[in-house]
């Protein structure tokens, strides 16, 4: 297995591009079932995910092609789908092991074929992570849900029927399966307590293009008029807000400069708020965002994940390991995910000062400095925060279970060399 190597204590400056968001292009890659035409996504990004999310989809008949080109000058990748004719609508364990959003096929394959099996993906590092959401919407859209075997089987007599749904919680995932599977549905359907991520608008975007009726983008009340077909499509996918994040604070960690090329001030409003309360200056630019943390001395804040526009649990091991240099305390509460402290004792491996109450909160009180240890963690953004102590940290740091990386992060250490960070990958046999 690859490890990471970084040498810290290198002050990181120049311009990063910001690549195109994963958690948008999982569901748009599920979206293009919904078809028989091609749906042609640019700005994709290459990741191990976006790889095994294809790897599903070829395997249920979706013809794939990969193409190379530019976005805004910048080479990155534009794939086609299309799925003419399913060749089985069963996404089996072991693809859906390796990655939980397999469960996105779900919506679209029932609404077009009238029956889906998906393997349950389980719980995960980071929490139990049920589904109850999406198969009680689906079950009264007038779906027949059953578990058996350790798979979901999903039946509809004719057409899934529109229905007036309420969410308990507001689920981003579930958000985008029942969004999905209302657009071929018979009629009205209406979901209340709707996710808003940025990720969803893009969806919604692309549901649009390719003949769908939908109203409340944006919002917590999505209204969808079911229509009969849907077409092709091109589209765009917007920038991934929490790489510009994570590669935000690797600038405030370092004490330098950095300008994210393609990120969005407007999907990081949150995140902007709490690095300028901390003292780093953040310039918003029309299709950039520039993170400037030169002679700065950070200070604390405290930091409570919630659902967007809130702060978003997916950056907030990235500005723990911020707060663990920064001075004075900060208190970080979880609200998303009951197990997503992990990084914590790896962190404090590395000398931070972290006091963890329950598992909803931490305690950071800055030190002055870390030091490089060899470190893993469990899940993607874990791993990014450990890279992010590295980089500060006296000495050598040794990342370890890069895979979690190579799920979330295109071109990780080129990027972070790019501005000067001593980082490099050691490759191992598995
Ligand atoms: C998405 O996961 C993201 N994944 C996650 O990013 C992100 O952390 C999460 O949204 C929250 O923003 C993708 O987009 C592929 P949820 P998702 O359903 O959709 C509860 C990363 O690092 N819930 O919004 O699976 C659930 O337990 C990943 O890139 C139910 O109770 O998350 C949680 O507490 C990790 N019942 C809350 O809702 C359900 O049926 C939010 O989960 C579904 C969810």
């Excluded at 309360?277 to 001395?297: C, H, P």
């Amino acid at each position: 297995m690859d490890k990471i190597k970084i040498i810290g204590g290198n002050r990181l400056e120049g311009k990063i591009y910001i690549s195109g968001a994963k958690n948008a292009a999982l569901p748009l890659i599920c979206a293009s079932l919904l078809t028989d035409e091609t749906v042609t996504l640019t700005n994709m990004p290459i990741l191990s995910d976006i790889r095994s999310m294809n790897a599903l989809l070829e395997q249920m008949g979706t013809a794939i092609d990969c193409f190379d080109d530019f976005v805004d000058g910048h080479p990155t990748k534009t794939y086609s789908y299309r799925t003419q004719k399913f060749s089985n609508l069963i996404a089996p364990y072991d693809y859906v092991r390796k990655m939980r959003a397999s469960y996105y096929v779900l919506g679209p394959v029932l609404a077009r074929e009238g029956h889906v099996e998906l393997s349950l993906p389980g719980g995960c590092a980071i929490g139990a992570r049920p589904m109850d959401i999406h198969l009680s919407s689906l079950e009264q859209m007038g779906a027949k849900i059953e578990i058996k075997n350790g798979y979901v089987h999903a039946d509809i007599d004719g057409k899934l029927k529109g229905a007036h749904i309420t969410f308990h919680t507001a689920s981003v995932g579930a958000t985008c399966n029942i969004l999905m599977a209302a657009t071929l549905a018979e009629g009205e359907t209406i979901i209340e307590n709707a996710a808003k991520e940025p990720e969803i608008g893009d969806l919604i975007d692309l549901l649009i293009d390719m003949g769908a009726k939908i109203e409340g983008k944006d919002t917590s009340r999505l209204v969808i008029q079911g229509v009969d077909t849907l077409h092709g499509a091109r589209h765009k996918v917007i920038a991934d807000r929490i790489e510009a994040g994570s590669y935000g604070v690797a600038a405030a960690i370092t004490g330098g400069r950095i300008e994210l090329i393609n990120a969005q001030a407007s999907t990081l409003r949150t995140p902007i708020e709490i690095l300028k309360a901390m003292g780093v200056d953040v310039e918003e630019k029309e299709n950039s965002l520039i993170i400037d943390a030169t002679n700065k001395t950070l200070v604390g804040q405290d930091i409570m994940t919630d659902y967007y526009p809130g702060f978003p649990t997916d950056l907030q091991a990235q500005f723990m390991a911020l707060m663990c240099v920064a001075e004075g305390a900060s208190l970080v509460t979880e609200n998303i995910w009951e197990n997503r402290f992990m990084h914590v004792p790896e962190l404090m491996r590395m000398g931070a000062n972290i006091n963890v109450h329950g598992h909803a909160s931490a305690i950071v009180r800055g030190v002055k400095k870390l030091s490089g240890a060899p470190v893993m963690a469990t899940d993607l953004r874990a791993s990014f925060a450990l890279i992010l102590a590295g980089l500060v940290a006296e000495g050598e740091t040794i990342v370890n279970r890069v895979y979690h990386l190579d799920r979330g992060y295109e071109k990780l250490e080129e990027k972070l060399k790019g501005v000067g960070a001593n980082i490099e990958r050691i490759k191992e046999a598995d």
